[in-house]
């Protein structure tokens, strides 16, 4: 059976036009936004608050997990609090009866793997070996493993949200019938060098502010020359 890198890799005939579109897009959106910074917490700390970002906005989970750092100031006392002390605290972030439990389940899993509570140990590990151990914890997908190893440790992850999706499948680095999961690899392979983070905080923001899921904001684009989209609507694809 075909791996899913194999199944969604570019032709390696448009692999090379497609990474230099990438760095085209990441350098004009990088004198657009300027360079991103980000507040870096540790391994565990990352993966609970990105479990309870899941379907919800920036808001409502930062306070869910402010809430449930200032009821439980440890993370083994989340570990063994009542389920529905937990799940009171995170209901900020909504799904709270499905996040609680998942978020208590995947600590109990790193302690009884791991003897504590850390998770720096994926530092060590190559790429994919760490995605592996991390989205075999149950409620941890390919977003969620990609994020952890972005922001806490550096790896050449690409972690892909609905603005991601969007503006890439728009501009014409992934294909119209690739989905979220799948542009993970796809992403990661195409970014510029060194570039992860910046390219990806970026282009949320470009989706947010610009690129709109409905009525995008075309006319004051600096990816017209270089998005499918735009050349479609605006009759600019060639025919």
């Known amino acids: 059976m075909a791996s899913r890198k194999a199944q969604t890799q570019p032709p390696a005939t448009d692999f090379q036009s497609l990474r230099r579109k990438a760095r085209t897009v990441h350098e004009r959106l990088r004198k657009l936004y300027g360079v991103p910074q980000w507040t870096k917490l540790d391994g565990v700390s ?8 899941q379907n ?11 809430r449930l750092r200032a009821r439980f100031p440890t993370w083994e006392q989340v570990r063994d609090a009542p389920a529905d002390q937990v799940v009171d605290a995170i209901r900020p972030a909504g799904l709270a009866n499905q ?35 991390l989205t075999s914890i149950n409620g941890i997908g390919p977003k969620t493993a990609a994020i952890v ?12 949200d609905t603005h991601i999706h969007r503006v890439t499948r728009r501009l014409g680095l992934i294909g119209e019938k690739v989905s979220a999961e799948q542009a993970h690899d796809i992403l990661e392979a195409l970014c510029p060098d060194h570039a992860y ?20 904001e075309c006319e004051r684009c600096p990816l017209q020359d270089v998005c499918l989209y735009y050349q479609r609507v605006s009759g600019q694809e060639e025919i």
Request: aromatic residues 8%; hydrophobic residues 40%.
């Open 56 to 66: 919800t906005n920036d808001g409502n989970r930062d306070l869910a997990y402010t």
């Open 149 to 160: 190893l972005l922001f806490c440790y550096d790896k050449a992850a690409f972690p892909v």
């Open 99 to 133: 996040k609680g439990p998942r978020i208590q389940a995947a600590l109990r899993l790193i302690t009884r793997e791991r003897g504590a509570l850390n998770i720096d140990f994926l530092a060590e590990m190559p790429v994919q070996e760490a995605r592996q151990w």
């Open 197 to 216: 983070g910046t390219f990806h905080i970026n282009i949320i923001k470009h989706g947010r502010e610009v690129c709109h899921a409905r009525g995008p």
């Open 46 to 53: 990352e993966l609970v608050s990105t479990i309870l970002s």
